[in-house]
């Protein structure tokens, strides 16, 4: 892929045509090497959760008469691990299919609802902190309703995780024009400016000792915005350190959708 071709000094037909041809190796070789260090992260991601599986099934099997207390760590540590594997698997087949080109559903359906039904899922993964819906009206748009919930998983999911109990998080929806803002703030440990350009990053995740929840594979922003960008839109954060982290993705309404 490094082989470049020589490129003749004079600016004829075929001084152009390897020039062109220069230029396609450099973006196949940038996507080439992305791609490898995917799979180099991806693996090192999944080592992690295996290799204390590993360590804890030996642990059990060498010491059939480890005290109780013992085993129930050992089976909790088990349980939590095969989890993160799990959580892990199911980010890497999205992104692979991401990466494959794969085309979302595109049909039209109502936001507001859709809006409602995560929030109602998202109430029982709150513990003590406050989530609100903000009132909103109809809003219509076209689009893959199933991505577009995991969409808000996702955000939700963060909101709370990097929430302390006590705070809040509030989740709204707000038309202007001929797009609509999908919002969910919260009033949690915020995000270091340093750190905001690169959350979106595969695997990114900023020191995991400040969450609550270690668990996170620091995949959910990437395939958040591979969603949003499915669907012609926008997302950003806005975050001040120890006061809260605002999202809004910006979506076409319905007649406005430039699929
Ligand atoms: P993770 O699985 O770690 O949550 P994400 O890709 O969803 O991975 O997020 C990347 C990083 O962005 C997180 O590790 C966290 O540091 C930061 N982050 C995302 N959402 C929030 C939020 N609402 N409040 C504070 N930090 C956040």
């Not at 963060?158 to 705070?167: I, Q, S």
Request: glycine share 6%; proline share 5%.
């Amino acid at each position: 892929l490094s082989r470049r071709i020589a490129a003749p000094m004079h600016h004829d037909e075929l001084g152009r045509l390897a020039a062109t041809f220069n230029e396609m190796l450099v973006s196949i070789n940038t996507a080439h090497q992305t791609q490898q260090r995917f799979v180099a992260d991806a693996s090192h991601e999944l080592r992690a959760p295996l290799t204390a599986i590993q360590g804890n099934i030996e642990l059990l099997r060498r010491k059939p008469e480890m005290p109780d207390i013992d085993r129930a760590e050992a089976l909790i540590e088990l349980e939590r691990e095969a989890a993160r594997l799990s959580r892990l698997v199911a980010d890497l087949l999205i992104l692979a299919r991401a990466d494959a080109g794969i085309a979302l559903k595109h049909c039209p359906l109502d936001l507001d609802l859709l809006v409602l039904d995560a929030f109602r899922e998202t109430r029982y993964l709150a513990h003590g902190q406050t989530l609100q819906l903000a009132p909103f009206e109809p809003v219509q748009i076209e689009g893959d309703e199933d991505r577009l919930k995991q969409l808000l998983l996702i955000l939700l999911d963060n909101a709370l995780k990097y929430t302390p109990v006590g705070d809040q998080v509030t989740l709204g929806l707000c038309r202007h024009g001929c797009e609509v803002d999908m919002l969910v703030r919260d009033t949690g440990i915020g995000i270091e400016p340093e750190v905001l350009p690169h959350v979106f990053e595969r695997f990114y995740r900023a020191d995991p000792a400040r969450s609550r929840d270690p668990g996170g594979t620091g995949l959910g922003l990437s395939i958040a915005q591979w969603i949003v960008e499915q669907h012609a839109g926008k997302i950003w954060l806005e975050s001040q350190p120890r006061q809260g982290t605002l999202v809004t993705v910006r979506l076409p309404l319905r007649d406005h959708s430039s699929h």
